[in-house]
Nanobody, 125 residues
Framework: QVQLVETGGGLVQAGGSLTLSCAAS????????MGWFRQAPGKEREFVGG????????SYADSVKGRFTISRDNAKNSVILQMSSLKAEDTAVYYC??????????????????WGQGTQVTVSS
């Protein structure tokens, strides 16, 4: 069982930056690949990016590639989503998710085993 808690959301102006954190409970964090997803009002939850269990590989949605960076610290049971050059269309609730023995390439939401409660990111234009 893994419990995930996202923090760091808020209001930011377009072009600005924001860093989201996801803290995980449990002693087997390194057994989980981690993903970030987002969901805007009236839209389906979409993949933002993922990171492998060791942190050596990442993947990103085309819409955020070059602007967002995912990293993890297995010693601290945490994963970070650094967001820069934010756009109004990045406004959404952002979720972190964990998949046991997954990879950075898992992009389908229902393949993940555990989810955080989400944190709101609002980008004003």
């Amino acid at each position: 069982q893994v419990q995930l808690v996202e923090t760091g959301g808020g209001l930011v102006q377009a072009g600005g930056s924001l860093t989201l954190s996801c803290a995980a409970s449990g002693r087997t964090f390194s057994s989980y690949s981690m993903g970030w997803f987002r969901q805007a009002p009236g839209k389906e939850r979409e993949f933002v990016g993922g990171i492998s269990r060791s942190g050596d590989t990442t993947s990103y949605a085309d819409s955020v590639k070059g602007r967002f960076t995912i990293s993890r610290d297995n010693a601290k049971n945490s994963v970070i989503l650094q967001m820069s050059s934010l756009k109004a269309e990045d406004t959404a609730v952002y979720y972190c998710a964990a998949k046991l023995y997954g990879s950075s390439w898992v992009r389908v939401a229902n393949e993940y085993d555990f989810w955080g409660q989400g944190t709101q990111v609002t980008v004003s234009s």
